[in-house]
Nanobody, 125 residues
Framework: QVQLLESGGGSVQAGGSLRLSCAAS????????MGWFRQSPGKEREWVAT??????????SYADSVKGRFTISKDNAKNILYLQMNSLKPEDSAMYYC????????????????WGQGTQVTVSS
């Protein structure tokens, strides 16, 4: 049973930084995607970033709203996902969720089946 546990949320002033972590457990293989999503009250869940395995390096992708400010990374040895968030803005305030897929077959899209419970990020102006 795959489980995801986020940590690292909190309150910060605009322009500040936070790093979120997500510990994944229960995997018996390394070929899977992980990602971050966020949701603010009254809004739909928004994709933030994804990291997927590749033969040589992991491939990362970002929503336009966070590109250049957020960095997704993964410690494959420890199965921990990170989201480094810099230059935070009040509109980044949301509940942030870690997500992961099952086994990723070659050429397939990342379809997220597993979700953490979320960690709150609040950015004040």
């Amino acid at each position: 049973q795959v489980q995801l546990l986020e940590s690292g949320g909190g309150s910060v002033q605009a322009g500040g930084s936070l790093r979120l972590s997500c510990a994944a457990s229960g995997y018996r293989y390394n070929n899977y995607c992980m990602g971050w999503f966020r949701q603010s009250p009254g809004k739909e869940r928004e994709w933030v970033a994804t990291i997927r395995p590749d033969r040589t390096n992991d491939i990362t992708s970002y929503a336009d709203s966070v590109k250049g400010r957020f960095t997704i990374s993964k410690d494959n040895a420890k199965n921990i996902l990170y989201l480094q968030m810099n230059s935070l803005k009040p509109e980044d305030s949301a509940m942030y969720y870690c997500a992961a897929t099952g086994f990723l077959f070659a050429g397939r899209r990342c379809e997220f089946n597993y979700w953490g419970q979320g960690t709150q990020v609040t950015v004040s102006s």
